[in-house]
């Protein structure tokens, strides 16, 4: 099976057997903005790879998608719209396509293989330049009929409208930070080794840790799940004490009590979450 993550600034790859990436490729997106040039490198790293494109093709997405037109409908830091993605690979490679949401996918890796197994259902959460989100219900993924379930960065999480930016991922993804703090910089390193040691760094992080928290709080007491999974770049950087803050955030805002029972935990496949989920989409497909 084949898995492929195009996000905003990187391509990524994957040749999967037996359930686990056994070989990647990894390349800069070279022509952000030009989509056949883009769909044309994708192409050429599956060549490259000398993968077996036989059982389909999954394609995760930073962007807004529609699944079952293989079609992106919006993704912003490609500067993509409504393009024919699945068609495009699916007539290069002579093979099934199918096509996802990058987080959407991660969350059914994760639920397939990795921190959400034996659970009939999931939210998955990544944070990093944005903040996406995945929810499988009753071990299917669920869209919603207007195809937004799941979406978690772009919950309002500021209540006054005198707020020039009033979303959850203004606060509290990296790009966030990068305009709280004015350094538009500011990389996922440099905040690593700042958490607990430059107070700005770390007040700025823990005010968007909570923010999450809060935000997660009312997921769960919406759908009443029992399972968080979350990962992204900032969640591996920061690991367990940015968790912890989140969780303890979640605790004093969930309601009723005995969802707090809720367990919030780390991805245990990382950036291969993406690339298993929408290879096992496209094999199941």
Known sequence: ??????GGTNLLVGCIEQNKVVQRLHQPIVARGDFETVANQVCDAVTELGADVRDGVG????????????????????DWDNVPLAQF??????????????????????FKFGAGRGSESLFAVWIGTGIGG?????????????????????GICEHSDDHSHRVLEAFASRSGMQRILQNPELD???????YGKDEA?????????????????????LLSLN??????????????????????????????????????????????????????????G
Not at 188 to 194: F, L, V, Y
């Open 89 to 110: 690979i699916s007539e290069k490679l002579h093979c099934n396509v199918i096509i996802e949401n990058d987080v959407t996918a991660a969350a059914w890796g994760e």
């Open 227 to 284: 399972k968080v999974v979350l990962g992204g770049g900032l969640v591996e950087a920061l690991g367990e004490s940015y968790i912890q803050t989140i969780r303890e955030q979640f605790l004093k805002d969930v309601f009723p009590p005995h969802c707090q029972q809720c367990e919030i935990c780390i991805t245990i496949l990382g950036p291969d979450a993406g690339l298993l989920g929408a290879a096992t989409l496209a094999h199941c």
């Open 201 to 221: 760094l770390t007040t700025v992080i823990n005010a968007g840790a909570k923010r999450i928290g809060t935000s997660l709080a009312n997921v769960i007491t």
């Open 59 to 78: 394609i995760s997405v930073a962007g807004s998608v529609d699944a079952t037109n293989g079609i992106v409908l919006r993704a912003e830091n490609l």
């Open 188 to 194: 996922t390193k440099t905040i690593q080794n700042g």
């Open 134 to 154: 995945g929810l499988i219900l009753n071990n299917t993924i669920w869209r919603g009929p207007l195809g937004t379930g799941g979406e978690f960065g772009m």
């Open 1 to 6: 099976m084949i898995g492929i993550d195009i």
